[in-house]
């Protein structure tokens, strides 16, 4: 459980980040309009904090989160399937990020053509759809994780927090689905999640020393 909530204080780390990159890059981006250079260098600081909360979410995912799911499947078969979903993230962005680079050569290589690319295309649209494929299995596993999670955890352990975590996992989702922002609720479930998660550990804490005292 230490585990699991430390995953979630490091995701609160990178969503705050990613929120500071978009806001920087809107305030600087127009103010370095005027030259090159500074279209450049307002780019530049957003787009490394932009990458640092990647990372940090990387870390926090499958560093943390993804192990305290593991354990938490070995003491209790419900939670199998989240961790499991941890797995399907893992093959959904290894999906993407192998359909990007091969997408990204066979236009450089194409560019020598105008037959060339007409077969780029083609192969465009395919690996087009091998990232829709990866951006769709990602999908499920980050359902699988934190919204099943969630509701595993309220099962297990009865805290509402949970579930209301779970809930707003899934409208953010439903905003992302249909074009509006989630960040605000992806903010609110990691918040209630490390909330729920701290209080769970004081509890199994309490309930663990109150026979050592008796």
Same mark, same amino acid.
């Given at each position: 459980?230490?585990?699991?909530? +430390?995953?979630?204080?490091?995701?609160?780390? !990178? =969503? &705050?980040? /990613?929120?500071?990159?978009?806001? $920087?890059?809107? %305030?600087?981006?127009?103010?370095?309009?005027?030259?090159?250079?500074?279209?450049?260098?307002?780019v530049a600081t957003p787009l490394t904090l932009l990458?640092?909360?990647?990372?940090?979410?990387?870390?926090?995912?499958?560093?943390?989160?993804?192990?305290?799911?593991?354990?938490?499947?070995?003491?209790?078969?419900?939670?199998?399937?989240?961790?499991?979903?941890?797995?399907?993230?893992?093959?959904?962005?290894?999906?993407?990020?192998?359909?990007?680079?091969?997408?990204?050569?066979?236009?450089?290589?194409?560019? +020598?053509?105008?037959?060339?690319?007409?077969? !780029? =295309? &083609?192969? /465009?649209?395919?690996?087009?759809? $091998?990232?829709? %494929?990866?951006?769709?299995?990602?999908?499920?596993?980050?359902?699988?994780?934190?919204?099943?999670?969630?509701?595993?955890?309220?099962?297990?352990?009865?805290?509402?927090?949970?579930?209301?975590?779970?809930?707003?996992?899934?409208?953010?989702?439903?905003?992302?689905?249909?074009?509006?922002?989630?960040?605000?609720?992806?903010?609110?479930?990691?918040?209630?999640?490390?909330?729920?998660?701290?209080?769970?550990?004081?509890?199994?804490?309490?309930?663990?020393?109150?026979?050592?005292?008796?």
């Amino acid at each position: 459980m230490r585990t699991l909530r +430390s995953g979630f204080l490091f995701l609160l780390v !990178a =969503v &705050i980040m /990613g929120i500071v990159a978009v806001l $920087v890059g809107l %305030i600087s981006i127009p103010h370095g309009a005027s030259a090159f250079t500074g279209v450049i260098g307002a780019v530049a600081t957003p787009l490394t904090l932009l990458l640092v909360a990647v990372g940090i979410a990387l870390y926090a995912i499958f560093g943390k989160i993804r192990p305290g799911m593991r354990r938490l499947s070995e003491i209790d078969d419900r939670f199998r399937i989240s961790y499991a979903g941890t797995t399907l993230i893992l093959v959904g962005l290894v999906k993407m990020v192998l359909g990007l680079i091969v997408l990204a050569a066979v236009f450089a290589a194409a560019a +020598s053509s105008s037959e060339a690319m007409r077969g !780029a =295309v &083609i192969g /465009g649209l395919t690996l087009f759809g $091998v990232l829709v %494929i990866g951006a769709i299995i990602a999908l499920i596993g980050n359902i699988l994780t934190f919204v099943v999670g969630a509701f595993k955890l309220q099962s297990r352990y009865q805290n509402s927090l949970y579930m209301a975590a779970g809930i707003l996992f899934v409208i953010g989702i439903a905003f992302l689905l249909v074009g509006f922002s989630g960040i605000l609720t992806l903010v609110g479930y990691v918040l209630l999640m490390y909330i729920a998660l701290g209080d769970t550990i004081n509890k199994l804490s309490t309930a663990t020393a109150t026979p050592a005292h008796a």
